[in-house]
Structures are given as C-alpha cells and as structure tokens.
C-alpha cells in the first residue's frame, strides 16, 4: 500500500461516493473499487459499508482513516521541510474557508502585493472535509474561543441586510424583535454563519422559517438583491444591498483563523500568519 493508496480511501471517504470520488480523483469508479477491494484485502477486514453506491466507514475504517491521516500529514511535512531545506520554497498557502469568505478575497489581495509569487487555494469549508494539507482554517462563532491553536482576528458587527427596495431599507434601525413575520435566508448548515444567524433569532424571541436554507453564499446574495428575503451579514462593500443597524440586541461575530499544527510550517505561512493578525487590526482600528 503506497501513499497514493492512501489519498484515495481519505478522498472515497470525504466524498462518501464512489461517483464523487472518481470526478475528484480523475479515475473511473470500477478502478475505485478495485482499490477499495485491494486495501481492504490488505488489511484484512472490511472498512466501510456499502449502500448502492454511497460507501461510509465502519468501525474498522473510522480507526483506519486516522492511521491513514496521520502518515499522509507526516510524509507532506516532511516533503514541505525537506523542499525548504533545499531551497525550493513552497509558495503555496492552501485555506478552508467557511462564513468568513468575504473578508479574505481583499486579505489575499494584500499579500499579494508583497509576496507576488505566492498562490493560493481556496476550498469550502465542510465539517470533517477541509483536507489534511489545509494550512489554515478562517471560521466565525458568536463568543471567544480559547483555544491553542484558534487564533482571533477581528469582531465584527452584523447588519440586517436586504434589497434596497425593501421597505426596512429606509429606516435608520431595526429591532430584530419585531422582524419574526419576515422571510430570512440562511446560510447552509455547514456554515459557521447558519448557527450565527439563527442564535440571534432565537434570542429575538423567534424561530424563523428553516425551508429557506442557501447553500451557496453568490446566490444568497443574489435573492437578496432579488428581495426574497432578509439576513444577517457582517459589513460588505455591495451597492446592490442595504444594511440596516440592528437597535435591540448586539449582534457581532467573532472571526477566528486555526492553524493546522501537524503539517510543517513554512517560512511563507509563518508570514502569512503575522499579515493576517495585522491586516484584521488595522480593518478593526480603521472601522
């Protein structure tokens, strides 16, 4: 079994199908399968189990998967050192990033000036699927998080935003408690912002109607230009969306950055860490 055989039952795993699987890895599903059968005739005891095409571990494969994890994290550091000792500095920086998506286009941008050979990867951030070669995770939560490894950035205020030509957009302030008969979009389930947005409902004294769950932030904002519906959202720099201030409960959001400790840190994400402490203070002092 070689570290490609690995990389593959972890990405079976993270896409939970054979079909999704395949597009992801480039191959066919028979040749998934002929994997799957000759890794776990290897280790001799079947590792997941199979619904059609869907396939989820087994208590065998929940122990196997963490083995599988932990020697690709110690061979991608021990490429990434080995590459710097030799000169050929990594100029990637690979992130997962969940509701704090809009902050980090003009973070990137910034870096870029002073590090213009630098590129970047950006994925979505989904429970248990970052990757195990994501340098850095940005997440939001409502309250401090202390944590060793969860570094935080910045507080930002949230705003009710809408469509201009929503009848709350020419008011000075809103109270969230009296919005409970309006239509809310939420962010997926998946998204830091989902339990953000609904944490202040509930405290409005409300549970808003949960049909109306987006799973992509483009068309989130889209219906909201559109006016079919309203959200909770940190500042953006949209002239297509009105941003009311909320005036009976303080809502905010707290952005924080995690570091993943088990890959090797190069020279690049040691200084890219340090850009995204200042580049949040100075937006927080400037704000």
Known sequence: MNI???RTFIAINRYGTLTEAARYLNLTQSALSRTVRQIEEEIGAPLFIHHG???TLNRSGVKFLGMAEDIICRYDSSVREIK???????RSI?????SAGLSIPPLIHGFRKLHPETWFSMRSHEKEKAGTDVQFTFFCSISRIDEP???FLAEEQLYLTASPSNPLA????VALSELSSKRFLFA????????????YCRLAGFAPDMDNVVDKQVIMLMLLELDEGITLLPRMDNPKL???PIRDIPCTRMIYMRKNTHIYETQLAREFERYCIDYFRSRTQRS
């Open 4 to 6: 490609q055989t690995l």
């Open 53 to 55: 095409n869907r396939l």
């Open 84 to 90: 710097e000792d030799n000169s050929l500095f990594d």
């Open 94 to 98: 690979i992130m997962s990033v969940s």
């Open 149 to 151: 490894d969860a570094v």
């Open 170 to 173: 020419k008011l000075p302030s």
């Open 188 to 199: 997926d389930f998946d998204n830091d912002m989902h339990s953000i947005q609904m944490h």
């Open 242 to 244: 009105a941003q009311i």
